[in-house]
């Protein structure tokens, strides 16, 4: 990668997901890849501190996750999508059962 692509790429925020379900080219990975699947990627390298894992202190991923948090906090209109896709890991298609009160 020569120097002028690096920044284009940095610079332009026009051109990164946005959402969990974008697709996008991964740099590194060579490879096109759901933007959730990267952000689990980045966070789990970093937070681990996984060196051999190829997405530590990916500027790729730090660049997807600043802008989808950036989206996230501004809009909110990623919170439906979020929700929906935290619900659906959990896999619990029934509510917890409600308490009953007690009598005096």
């Known amino acids: 990668m020569n120097g ?11 051109g990164r997901p946005r959402r969990l379900s974008d697709v996008f080219q991964c740099t590194y990975r060579s490879r096109r890849m759901f933007l959730a ?3 689990d990627d980045y966070m789990n390298a970093n937070a681990l501190r996984v060196k051999s894992m190829v997405c530590h202190e990916c500027h790729q991923g730090s660049d997807n996750r600043e802008t989808f948090a950036a989206d996230a ?12 896709r935290l619900i659906a890991d959990l896999g619990d298609p ?3 059962p ?7």
Request: glycine share 12%.
């Open 73 to 84: 906090d501004t809009e909110g209109a990623l919170d439906a999508e979020i929700w929906g």
């Open 98 to 104: 409600k308490k009953k009160k007690k009598k005096k």
């Open 37 to 39: 699947t990267c952000l």
């Open 4 to 14: 002028t692509t690096g920044a284009a790429v940095q610079g332009d925020v026009t």
């Open 94 to 96: 029934e509510p917890p």
